[in-house]
C-alpha cells in the first residue's frame, strides 16, 4: 500500500515531541486547575463548592488520561490518529474547564489558544485551520446555549443567566479571531520552524556521508597514513599502514612514533614542522627490508590550533628495485658500447700474437723450454679469445630465434646434464614443476641462462646441499634457490654487472649474461633470501611468452 503525504507526515513525528506535550499537559493540568480548585475551596467548603469538587474530578481524570496516553505512545508507530485523538480530548477538556468556571464569565477561554498553539506543532497548516474552527464551534456553542439557558446549571455554580445579546456577539467575535490569528501566526512560524528543523537534518546527512567517504578513503587508499599528537604518539593508523607495516591499529595506538619510523624520532611537538619528502628502511621482520617515503604535514583544527602530524608513507621497495634495474641497464649498456669496439680492438692483434706463435712451434728447432712457454701463450691466446667471444656476445646480443619448447622438458635435460658431469656429486636436485609447460622462447639463449643459474646454484649449494627449481607456467615464473650462503650485501647491488665476480676463477660475465639475455626477452629477473637458507633467482618472462 502506498504511503500518503499526510501519513507521512505524521509519520516524522518524533516520539520525543509527543513525550514532551503531554507532560506539558500535565503541568498545565496541575497548575491551572490546581489554582483555581484551591481558589473555590477558599471561598467555601467542599462540601458547600460544587464547582470545586467537578474540577477536581476533571483535573484527576485528566491525569489519568495523560498518563494512559503515555504507555500507549511507547506502543504504537504510526501517530496520526493519536494526536487526532488527543489534540479532540484537549478540545472538549478546556470546553468542560470554562462550563464549570462560568461559562462567558471564564477566565480559561484562553486554553483554546494554548490548544491551537500545540496544535500547530504536530499538524500542518489545513488541519490546524480545522482545529480553530472547532474551537471557535466549541465556544461559540457553549455561550449560545448559556445564552439561551440550555445549560444545565448545578448547586453552587455561578453562572450568568440574563446575558445580552451583544455581550454573547462581541465575546464569540474575539475569541473566533483570536483562534484563526492564532492558528495562522502559529502554523506559519510551525512551518518555517519545521523546513528549518528538515534543512538542518539534511545538512547532518550530508555530514554523515560525507563521514562515510572520508572514511571509506581513508580504507581504500593505498598509502599509508597515520595522526600524530602534540606528544608525538600514533592517534590514527589506516588499514593500508597496517597492511605495510605490519601492526594493527590497537598494537601502535599511543605508541611513540619511533616505534614505526624511527627516522621520526626526533619529533619536535612545539613547531610542529612539515617533512616534504624523506625516506627510511623499515625492517618489517627477521629478512624482509623495506624502503618507505614518507611525508607529513601539519593537521589544525577548526581553530586553527595544532593537533599533531599527518604522515603519508608508501612502500617503495619495487620502485628502488625498478629503478636499480633501469640504472643497470643503463651502465651495461655503455659498457656494452665500449666493449664492443674495444673487442675488436683486441681480437685483432690477438689473433696475430697466436698466429705467429703457432708458426713458431712449427719450427723443428725450437727448445722443449720454448716449446712449453709458445704453449702456454697460444693456450692463454684462446682462453682471450673466448673470453672475448662471451664479452661480444653480452655486448652485442644476437637477435632472439622464438620457438615454443617444453621449458620442463629443457631443464630436465640441464638436470640430468648436471648430475653426470660429476662437477657437484653430492648436491641433491629438487624438481618442484609437472611437464609439459610450452613456452615462446630463444631455446639457445634459454639454455645458456638455466645453465648459468644451475652451475651457480651448484657452487653455492656445495660440496654437500641441494638445488631446488620451480616452473609458474602460468604466471611464466621461473625460480633457482640453493642452501649455499646467500648473497652479502655488500654484493647485491652489482651482481648483475659484466667483470662483477666473487670466485676466484670466475669471469664475471655469467650472471651479466642471464641478465642480458633474459632483458632481451622483455623479462626481468631478481633474487630474495629462499626458503633453504641461500639466494633464490626469480625469472619472470612476459606475457608474451607464455602459451
Not at 413 to 439: D, H, N, R, T
Request: aromatic content about 10%.
Amino acid at each position: 500500500m502506498a504511503v500518503t503525504p499526510a501519513q507521512k507526515y505524521f509519520h516524522n513525528v518524533p516520539r520525543r515531541l509527543l513525550s514532551w506535550y503531554l507532560a506539558v499537559r500535565l503541568i498545565v493540568v496541575c497548575l491551572f486547575l490546581g489554582g483555581t480548585i484551591f481558589y473555590q475551596l477558599q471561598q467555601g467548603s467542599w462540601s458547600a463548592s460544587a464547582a470545586a469538587r467537578y474540577l477536581t474530578y476533571l483535573a484527576l481524570f485528566a491525569v489519568l488520561q495523560t498518563f494512559s496516553s503515555g504507555l500507549i505512545l511507547a506502543r504504537i508507530r504510526n501517530y496520526r490518529h493519536f494526536i487526532s485523538s488527543q489534540i479532540s480530548w484537549d478540545l472538549l477538556f478546556v470546553v468542560l474547564v470554562i462550563y464549570l468556571t462560568g461559562g462567558v464569565d471564564s477566565l480559561y477561554s484562553f486554553l483554546f489558544i494554548l490548544v491551537i498553539i500545540a496544535a500547530s506543532v504536530f499538524l500542518p497548516r489545513p488541519q490546524l485551520l480545522i482545529v480553530a474552527s472547532a474551537s471557535s464551534i466549541l465556544y461559540g456553542s457553549l455561550l449560545d446555549l448559556q445564552y439561551y439557558g440550555y445549560l444545565p446549571i448545578f448547586t453552587g455554580q455561578s453562572l450568568t443567566k440574563d446575558l445580552q445579546h451583544s455581550d454573547v456577539f462581541y465575546a464569540v467575535f474575539l475569541h473566533v479571531g483570536a483562534f484563526f490569528l492564532t492558528a495562522l501566526l502559529s502554523g506559519t512560524l510551525a512551518e518555517r520552524l519545521r523546513r528549518s528543523e528538515e534543512a538542518r537534518e539534511k545538512r547532518e546527512i550530508d555530514y554523515g556521508e560525507l563521514e562515510r567517504l572520508n572514511q571509506a578513503i581513508l580504507t581504500n587508499i593505498n598509502s599509508g597514513l597515520m595522526v600524530i599528537n602534540a606528544a608525538g604518539r600514533i592517534r590514527s593508523f589506516n588499514s593500508a599502514a597496517s597492511k605495510i607495516t605490519g601492526y594493527s591499529l590497537e598494537e601502535v595506538y599511543n605508541r611513540p612514533v619511533e616505534a614505526i619510523l624511527p627516522e621520526l624520532g626526533s619529533f619536535d611537538p612545539d613547531s610542529l614542522n612539515g617533512i616534504e619528502r624523506g625516506e627510511t628502511n623499515y625492517l618489517k621482520n627477521e629478512k624482509e627490508v623495506l624502503v618507505l617515503g614518507y611525508s607529513a604535514s601539519r593537521v589544525v583544527d577548526r581553530g586553527n590550533l595544532p593537533l599533531g602530524l599527518l604522515v603519508a608513507f608508501q612502500d617503495l621497495t619495487e620502485y628502488k628495485a625498478l629503478e636499480e634495474q633501469l640504472h643497470r641497464a643503463d651502465r651495461l649498456a655503455a659498457v656494452g658500447r665500449l666493449a664492443s669496439g674495444l673487442a675488436h680492438e683486441i681480437r685483432n692483434p690477438l689473433a696475430a700474437i697466436s698466429g705467429s706463435v703457432q708458426l713458431l712451434l712449427e719450427d723443428e728447432k725450437v727448445r722443449d723450454e720454448d716449446r712449453r712457454l709458445m704453449n702456454i701463450v697460444v693456450k692463454e691466446a684462446d682462453r682471450l679469445s673466448l673470453l672475448l667471444s662471451d664479452f661480444l656476445s653480452f655486448a652485442r646480443p644476437a637477435p632472439l630465434q622464438i620457438e615454443s619448447i617444453d621449458i620442463a622438458l629443457l631443464i630436465d635435460e640441464l638436470i640430468a646434464l648436471l648430475s653426470v658431469s660429476g662437477q657437484f656429486p653430492k648436491v641433491i636436485l629438487e624438481k618442484v614443476y609437472q611437464g609439459p609447460i610450452v613456452m615462446n622462447v630463444d631455446p639457445q639463449k634459454m639454455h645458456q641462462i638455466l645453465w648459468d643459474l644451475l652451475i651457480n646454484a651448484g657452487e653455492a649449494a656445495s660440496p654437500e646441499g641441494k638445488i631446488r627449481v620451480g616452473i609458474n607456467g602460468s604466471r611464466g615464473e621461473i625460480t633457482i634457490e640453493d642452501t649455499g650462503a646467500g648473497i652479502a650485501q655488500e654484493d647485491r647491488d652489482k651482481l648483475f654487472e659484466p667483470f662483477y665476480t666473487t670466485k676466484d676463477k670466475g669471469t664475471g660475465l655469467g650472471l651479466a649474461n642471464v641478465y642480458a639475455n633474459i632483458e632481451a626477452h622483455e623479462g626481468h629477473i631478481y633474487f630474495e633470501p629462499g626458503s633453504l637458507g641461500g639466494a633464490r633467482f626469480i625469472i619472470e618472462l612476459p606475457e608474451k611468452c607464455l602459451v
